[in-house]
């Protein structure tokens, strides 16, 4: 199959610090070299109101939410409380909250719901494992059709598709979980096309879902952003590792703003 180049969707990045850094005045210094237009930029909790300071250009996203508004929850942070903060964008089914905190479909629906509710936008992580991976293409598609499948169900009519978007990361590719070691795990450029022109149709023939962004996440660096980017399918990135290197994170936007021009 061949996958066009050009593109009329205009790119989004999404800076995904994980649990890092460790200072506000690291966190400040991170927000002000990431803040472009059409970047999102999702600092743990504690600084999301610093960094929301600190920004013009760029949204603010956080890294979660719980599914209820209030009550007796220890620990938890709800999607009201992140609205009043001026958080537009959540992430929710990040593969290290699914594998580490054993978080299950239902309960990301849960919080698709909760988040879709209060008017947030939605950052839906994806993605097969290793083991998935091996299987093939076949067991591939099946798998990210479930995860979508049951992650969105019931969603409809409560969530419009500008306000969904979709981060493909397979977690084989997903430098920090699957392999500390190499930042060269990423999926080739014309692999993510594939998948993600594949959610793309899913989304429109199984959920009625049209126009969603869909972006590529796992070892993206300043040194491919650019073979991901300028597939037209591909919508942009969620960056992980090298969105805490200001150099990095930099020239990953820079590359992903000449296709918003
Ligand atoms: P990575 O992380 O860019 O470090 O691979 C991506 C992610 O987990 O969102």
Same mark, same amino acid.
């Given at each position: 199959?061949? &996958?066009?180049?050009?593109?009329?969707?205009?790119?989004?990045?999404?800076?995904?610090? !994980?649990?890092?850094?460790?200072?506000?005045?690291?966190?400040?210094? *991170?927000?002000?070299?990431?803040?472009?237009?059409?970047?999102?930029?999702?600092?743990?909790?504690?600084?999301?109101?610093?960094?929301?300071?600190?920004? %013009?250009?760029?949204?603010?996203?956080?890294?979660?939410?719980?599914?209820?508004?209030?009550?007796? &929850?220890?620990?938890?942070?709800?999607?009201?409380?992140? %609205?009043?903060?001026?958080?537009? &964008?959540?992430?929710?089914?990040?593969?290290? #909250? #699914? %594998?580490?905190?054993?978080?299950?479909?239902?309960?990301?629906?849960? !919080?698709?719901?909760?988040?879709?509710?209060?008017?947030?936008?939605?950052?839906?992580?994806?993605?097969?494992?290793?083991?998935?991976?091996?299987?093939?293409? #076949? $067991?591939?598609?099946?798998?990210?059709?479930?995860?979508?499948?049951?992650?969105?169900?019931?969603?409809?009519?409560?969530?419009?598709? %500008?306000? *969904?978007?979709?981060?493909?990361?397979?977690?084989? $590719?997903? @430098?920090?979980?699957?392999?500390? !070691?190499? #930042?060269?795990? @990423?999926? +080739?450029?014309?692999?993510?096309?594939?998948?993600?022109?594949?959610?793309?149709?899913? *989304? =429109?023939?199984?959920?009625?879902?049209? =126009?969603?962004?869909?972006?590529?996440?796992?070892?993206? +660096?300043?040194?491919? $952003?650019?073979?991901?980017?300028?597939?037209?399918?591909?919508?942009?990135?969620?960056?992980?590792?090298?969105?805490?290197?200001?150099?990095?994170?930099?020239?990953?936007?820079?590359? @992903?703003?000449? &296709?918003?021009?």
């Amino acid at each position: 199959m061949i &996958y066009g180049r050009i593109n009329f969707v205009k790119k989004l990045i999404v800076a995904n610090w !994980k649990l890092n850094p460790q200072t506000i005045r690291e966190a400040v210094t *991170l927000a002000q070299a990431s803040d472009q237009q059409n970047t999102v930029i999702c600092p743990p909790f504690c600084f999301l109101p610093t960094v929301k300071k600190y920004i %013009k250009r760029a949204s603010l996203g956080a890294q979660d939410c719980f599914w209820e508004e209030g009550g007796a &929850y220890t620990g938890k942070v709800s999607p009201v409380m992140l %609205k009043n903060l001026g958080v537009e &964008y959540v992430i929710v089914g990040h593969s290290e #909250r #699914r %594998k580490w905190l054993g978080e299950t479909d239902e309960m990301i629906n849960r !919080k698709i719901k909760a988040a879709a509710k209060i008017g947030l936008k939605i950052i839906l992580c994806v993605g097969e494992s290793p083991a998935v991976h091996q299987r093939g293409i #076949r $067991a591939v598609k099946k798998f990210i059709g479930s995860q979508l499948l049951k992650d969105l169900t019931g969603t409809r009519g409560k969530l419009l598709a %500008k306000n *969904l978007v979709i981060a493909y990361e397979p977690i084989w $590719a997903i @430098s920090t979980t699957y392999s500390k !070691k190499s #930042r060269d795990n @990423s999926d +080739t450029p014309q692999d993510a096309a594939g998948m993600i022109n594949f959610i793309k149709k899913f *989304l =429109h023939s199984t959920l009625y879902i049209l =126009h969603s962004k869909v972006l590529y996440g796992g070892s993206v +660096t300043s040194k491919n $952003a650019e073979n991901f980017l300028k597939y037209k399918e591909i919508d942009g990135a969620l960056v992980g590792g090298a969105s805490l290197k200001l150099k990095e994170i930099k020239k990953i936007i820079q590359f @992903s703003s000449r &296709y918003n021009a």
